[in-house]
DNA sequence: ATATTTTTGTAGGTTGTGTTATATAATTCG
DNA sequence: CGAATTATATAACACAACCTACAAAAATAT
């Protein structure tokens, strides 16, 4: 049923996006909460009852970004039974990540909040940890393929994460300076590549 | 001769190295000028009188971070005459620059000014068009090396180029998040491998 | 020495941003 | 219907950040 009180007269959740692709494309210090208030179409008072602050407002973003950070490129990582092909539909999730928005590009993770304020490192925080967990799940991926035997002796989990790390977070960059898709792909070819070497055939 | 008047107190080549290092580790918006003048070590106005205003100083800093930027990792590239010698040497010129400052790590032209507010976007497209103008370079070195008969019929020179230069943001970004130089360099091998394929051999 | 010039420190002005008080509108419950 | 409850809009508060008047201090020039 309907609670008792006057009904919103926007969607909370359509909200929540139009949020979340201002701060994808303005970081979380680039933003104001006018862009914010302006994006949702309501007043002020409105988006604060909904959301409660920036701070928790910006939470509520990172976390249903995180969301779709999951359905995509993690879920390529570990879909795929062959290392080779489980980079391979990462880094092309990530692209599509990359280049799929209208608007907003490259990584909200990686770019929405690098300097911040010191009232507001927690956000600088919390999108580090959840590099941090990427990354441990790139790791974690690895591993698993040199359990399975499908990579040679020399292949260093450790190190191939980093690179791949580099790779995704480079790329990231470079879309924010408007690379296109076409060239993300080719450096994603040149990046596959050094997996190659490590690959025993099948 | 002195010029007349009360001499300054502070050597203000000094104080914008200091502001540069502030600069580069908390960016443009995330710094305050009070960070800038506690750093320097004086009071508000003899900084303003020194610099101008934030958007001067941040400017200057750019400048100063450029010159070292040219010593460095550019120099690197158009000093030695084979491509791959250059490379390697522009790529570990860089992990010198993101690893070897105190307190400030990564790459000021790429993390010091993503996301600001609209009436600081000059700094945002001065950052930007450095990174291009760099890029042009990149570009420009490989050109020279397809000249020299140094690379193969089919080593492309802008995705060559756009690879290099993700890998170069990549590891920038890396080292913010804490990558030991020994794990840039890891990377930094798995990304010169790319080029030996295009190599000629001498 | 006095005037002139420039720096310094205190203290405060101005603006922009996050947030909220208050009154009004729209809905449900009894 | 009237009471209760929640959303909306206007308008304004609070605080922090950038910047600057003003007067005192420290140097040079005549």
Request: glycine share 8%.
């Amino acid at each position: 049923m309907a609670p008792a009180g006057r009904p919103r007269t926007f969607d909370r959740d359509e909200a929540l996006k139009k949020a979340m692709l201002v701060f994808w494309d303005k970081g979380f210090e680039g933003t104001t909460m006018s862009d914010i208030i302006d994006a949702i179409g309501m007043k002020a008072p409105s988006v604060y009852a909904a959301f409660g602050n920036k701070d928790a407002l910006f939470d509520e973003v990172v976390q249903l970004y995180a969301g779709i950070f999951y359905e995509g490129p993690l879920k390529a990582l570990n879909s795929a039974d062959d290392i080779g092909d489980a980079i391979e539909h990462c880094l092309k999730a990530h692209i599509e990540m990359f280049t799929g928005q209208e608007g907003a590009c490259s990584c909200l993770l990686l770019t929405a909040a690098n300097n911040c304020s010191p009232e507001h490192q927690q956000h600088v925080v919390s999108l580090r940890n959840l590099r941090a967990g990427y990354k441990g799940a790139l790791l974690a991926r690895f591993k698993r393929a040199v359990a399975d035997g499908q990579l040679t002796d020399d292949a260093n989990p450790e190190s191939l994460t980093e690179f791949y790390a580099t790779c995704i977070q480079g790329m990231a960059m470079c879309s924010k300076d408007g690379a296109s898709k076409k060239s993300l792909l080719d450096s994603c070819e040149y990046a596959l590549g050094v997996l190659k070497p490590f690959l025993k055939k099948a």
